[in-house]
């Protein structure tokens, strides 16, 4: 009213992203390799990192992670989750509380990466994106394919 009665005529927007989306996608990786570095630490690589989720190395976002098939079980480990690439900064969680035990071939899931996961990603390093997968009511569908080595060529020039 106060606006009104003083003749500014303006108009309100908002971007609600994070809020709305964020909790509605789970990234799930395949670990890679798991090191420890006795008195330093333990390393868990997976075959994801800063090209599927920027997010932690652009604005040091912090996330969780979890074994899709116990997700309520205990996590008193502690490591270093890092991506593939050749960056030092590919870290996606620099201190994840996880199960014990984790070997190659787990799968883990970092949950609310709804927001940007996939808006963000890129080729980086010449990987492919992953698929996006919508899960309603425990039926899963794919709305966005893997992509392929054929993807990353495709507007490659031959010389």
Do not use: W
Request: include cysteine.
């Amino acid at each position: 009213d106060a606006c009104q009665a003083m003749g500014v005529r303006s108009r309100v927007c908002v971007e609600p992203g994070r809020s709305v989306v964020a909790d509605a996608a789970i990234t799930v990786y395949t670990v890679g390799t798991v090191k420890h570095i006795p008195g330093v630490r333990t390393y868990v690589s997976v075959d994801g990192g800063m090209s599927d989720n920027p997010r932690p190395v652009l604005y040091g976002s912090g996330y969780e992670a979890f074994l899709p098939r116990a997700v309520t079980a205990p996590r008193p480990a502690r490591a270093r989750l890092v991506g593939k690439h050749c960056e030092s900064g590919d870290v996606l969680i620099f201190d994840a509380a996880l199960p014990e035990g984790l070997v190659a071939g787990d799968l883990l899931a970092t949950p609310v990466t709804g927001a940007y996961g996939h808006s963000m990603a890129s080729n980086y390093n010449k990987l492919t994106r992953p698929p996006v997968v919508f899960v309603q009511d425990g039926t899963a569908r794919m709305v966005v394919r893997r992509e392929t080595y054929e993807d990353l060529l495709r507007c490659d020039v031959a010389h």
